[in-house]
């Protein structure tokens, strides 16, 4: 029972190293979707299984389980787990829950500024913003919908591969790839063994990107020029740059090779292995949810028996000050039987 | 890969003329735009998506000729939206889109790439794919 805790863990784990097997083994539309789920999925569960545990160190102290109504001693099954792992676990589930709020908040915020940001821009029809600035930058702003383009972007690329570019960000509007990224990213803050996956959903979603603007253009090379054109422009700044991000964060020249090759076949046995990863994470958390529950009313019947014993009667009994309301409850569970 | 052309999403002709007016910053006769967007464009829908953007109150227009000469409205000078610009994309580069709810065309560059990105623009032909992308091999 202690040891299918582990599951979960051990599948954000694996999850976490096959991330880019995974993603290069599978279609971009595949992967983002499929590796996004997966990584919520088994963070949810790593959470739960943290929780439970966590729950369990809180159980057994005296005060609490007379508060619940249950007899410490009674979580039988779950005596196995050393109290100070249990206490370990149920910090990590609070600092793990703290830090997916936290990046929750800030996901919220950077939306609602750079959303504002956008609106102040002048207007153009069709989704499309352009703004006056030299330095060559273009980027989607999912909460409002719109592509923002520099002119020093639309100045940098010749006709055809403007058309690219528009095609690249639009695709990400209308695939809603900022959804799939979100999510990973979200999963990855609330359990840090998935930061790989999220790296890859963040990956895959700009191949399947230049894949549909390749297909709008009829021709991967123009689309691969114009990623080339723009990223060696936007890396040589008229003013300092700021902070860099790292160089793993969007690997251009995998997009490059992608577009320049033929896609890769569909493998189902890929697909399968997230698919596995995900459910079996979250077949152990559910399992052990529902046990942890029922040990919980036994433990509250066996308590309930003990009081009910030592008034000597029952159905009448005077239950003890420390435990009326608790007495109260499993009185009524008693008698029921 | 041999993809098939799928043709413009809808909106992308709009989009395309929009961008290539941002690009040329002068006014542009319908002629002129359609010489610039390349391809099998009609004469007719290009003058009607011009109008069409004049009528949303995206570009604007003058007489020119016998014909019109559109522009971008706004003009890229504007102070003000150019401060908003610079305000977005200090979010971006400077550390401030921690949670990367934007979604960037470009990142940084390795040197590497660097000198895959240039040989590529230089002959525009394929380029020797010396990484394991995308083949099943180990990474």
Not at chain 1, 85 to 97: E, S, Y
Not at chain 1, 192 to 198: F, K, M, N, T, W
Not at chain 1, 236 to 265: K, W
Not at chain 2, 96 to 110: H, K
Request: charged content about 20%; aromatic content about 4%.
């Amino acid at each position: 029972m202690i040891l299918l805790g582990l599951v979960p863990i051990l599948c954000s784990g694996l999850l976490g190293l096959a991330a880019g097997p995974l993603r290069r083994r599978l279609s971009p539309s595949v992967a983002a979707p499929l590796l996004a789920l997966a990584a919520l999925a088994t963070s949810l569960a790593t959470g739960i299984v943290l929780c439970l545990a966590g729950f369990l160190a809180l159980a057994r102290n005296p005060l609490v389980a007379a508060l619940g109504g249950w007899s410490g001693a009674g979580l039988r099954p779950w005596r196995l787990l050393p109290a100070t792992w249990a206490t370990l676990a149920g910090v990590a589930a609070a600092v793990l829950l703290v830090s997916a709020l936290g990046f929750l908040a800030q996901v919220t915020c950077d939306l609602v500024r750079a959303s504002r940001a956008c609106g102040r821009l002048d207007g153009a029809a069709h989704r499309l913003r352009i703004s006056p600035d030299e330095y060559p930058a273009a980027f989607t702003v999912p909460l409002r919908g719109t592509i923002v383009v520099s002119a020093g972007m639309l100045r940098l690329l010749p006709a055809d591969e403007r058309r690219a570019l528009l095609a690249h960000e639009d695709a990400h509007l209308r695939r809603f790839h900022a959804g799939y990224v979100m999510a990973a990213a979200l999963a990855a803050a609330a359990n840090p063994l998935l930061r790989p996956v999220a790296r890859q959903v963040r990956l895959a979603v700009e191949l399947w990107a230049d894949q549909l603007a390749a297909r709008e253009v009829g021709d991967g090379r123009v689309v691969a020029r114009a990623l080339a054109r723009a990223s060696l422009g936007a890396n040589r700044p008229p003013q300092a740059s700021g902070v860099r991000l790292a160089a793993a964060d969007t690997d251009v020249s995998t997009r490059v090779r992608a577009l320049l090759s033929c896609a890769p076949r569909f493998r189902p046995w890929a697909a399968a292995a997230a698919v596995a990863l995900a459910l079996a994470s979250g077949a152990v958390a559910l399992r052990l949810t529902v046990d942890l529950h029922d040990q919980v009313e036994i433990a509250q019947a066996d308590s309930a028996r003990v009081l009910a014993h030592q008034s000597g009667d029952l159905r009448g009994y005077a239950p003890r000050p420390a435990t009326a309301e608790a007495g109260r409850w499993t009185s009524l569970r008693v008698t029921a039987r | 890969m041999p993809p098939r052309p799928r043709g413009r999403q809808r909106g992308g002709l709009e989009r395309e003329i929009l961008a290539c007016l941002a690009a040329e910053a002068r006014p542009m006769s319908p002629g002129e735009v359609r010489a610039e967007l390349g391809g099998q464009l009609a004469y007719t829908t290009v003058m009607t998506t011009l109008s069409r953007l004049h009528a949303k109150g995206a570009v604007s227009r003058a007489q020119a000729g016998r014909g019109f000469a559109y522009e971008l409205r706004g003009g890229p000078a504007d102070a003000q939206a150019s401060m908003t610009a610079r305000r977005m994309l200090t979010l971006l580069q400077g550390g401030g889109d921690r949670a990367g709810v934007l979604s960037r065309f470009v990142a940084d560059l390795s040197p590497e790439d660097e000198q895959l990105l240039s040989d590529l623009l230089a002959d525009g032909g394929p380029v020797p794919g010396h990484g394991s992308e995308p083949g099943p091999g180990p990474a």
